[in-house]
């Protein structure tokens, strides 16, 4: 694309690659701290690296030979190649150097997240929580999540990870991991202690949705609501939630959803914000 071994070159690589380092930085594309960190550090060092190349590497032919002139050198001295020689030692150094803080500081990283980690575990007296087995079935769930998948599939599977890190033991359903056949969703219930409801626009509109709930209110299961609050995300207002309640056909589905509205109007929800602190107060 560009001239080898040129100015240009240098120009345009550095361009490029600081251009990428701002998109990644900008749009944080990893759901995980310590993989953004690190890619955002090899950006940084991709740059330093063509910022070190053109301040040290870049030396025009016309200023060779003006430069062995003036040190009284002829044309058949080293000059050139040992000048070349050292520029190329000082830019491996200076990557070295670059590489041995990307290092440093995805070591302090990975540290300080294996601390923030253990911070969030739930202990008691200086031991993990470790849950027994469902008690609604040996092979069941701690905890059934229960989504639409247009508006909640992302929420849910940060809440699932999250459990995980405060509860390893902790048993969770989501359908992405764990669900073969759609015909098993009751059964899935049933043998689930508890069912988390991640409460978005179009929710009560889902057929399978409707089929979670309604057993579970059939099966007087505990259910605890997590209600989005991002517009953006499937925020549903009051008003429209009744609505949706109102004009579902069968009477088992409409008194289930009937349940959750008067949750939402009594405000017994949690609400759901994608600031880190809090999601963990979630």
């Not at 999540?145 to 909640?152: K, Y």
């Not at 605890?224 to 069968?250: C, K, Q």
Request: net charge negative; glycine share 6%.
């Amino acid at each position: 694309v560009v001239e080898p071994n040129s100015k240009e070159q240098l120009w345009f690589g550095l361009v490029l690659s600081a251009g990428f380092a701002v998109v990644t930085i900008q749009t944080r594309p990893y759901r995980d701290v310590l993989p953004g960190i690190i890619q955002a550090a090899a950006q940084l060092q991709v740059l330093f690296t063509y910022i070190s190349a053109g301040v040290l590497f870049y030396f025009p032919v016309e200023l060779q030979a003006t430069a062995s002139q003036d040190a009284g050198l002829s044309e058949g001295d080293d000059a050139g190649s040992d000048q070349a020689h050292t520029l190329g030692l000082m830019l491996v150094l200076a990557n070295c150097s670059a590489f041995a803080m990307l290092a440093a500081i995805v070591s302090y990283s990975a540290v300080k997240q294996h601390r923030a980690l253990r911070a969030l575990a739930l202990t008691d007296g200086g031991a993990l929580v470790e849950l027994d087995p469902p008690s609604a079935s040996a092979k069941g769930f701690h905890l059934f999540l229960s989504h639409v998948w247009r508006h909640g599939q992302d929420q849910v599977g940060v809440i699932k990870s999250m459990l995980l890190v405060m509860l390893p033991s902790i048993r969770c359903f989501l359908d992405v991991d764990s669900l073969q056949d759609l015909a098993m969703l009751e059964a899935h219930v049933r043998d689930s202690d508890v069912v988390l409801i991640l409460l978005t626009a179009d929710y009560l509109s889902s057929r399978n949705c409707r089929r979670e709930l309604t057993e579970a209110v059939r099966l007087s299961k505990p259910i605890v609501v997590v209600r989005e609050t991002d517009p953006n995300h499937g925020l549903v207002t009051l008003a429209a939630l009744r609505e949706e309640a109102e004009t579902l056909p069968i009477c088992e589905d409409r008194d289930a959803a009937q349940s959750i509205v008067e949750r939402v109007a009594e405000g017994k929800v949690l609400e759901w914000h994608r600031e880190s602190h809090l999601k963990r107060e979630t």
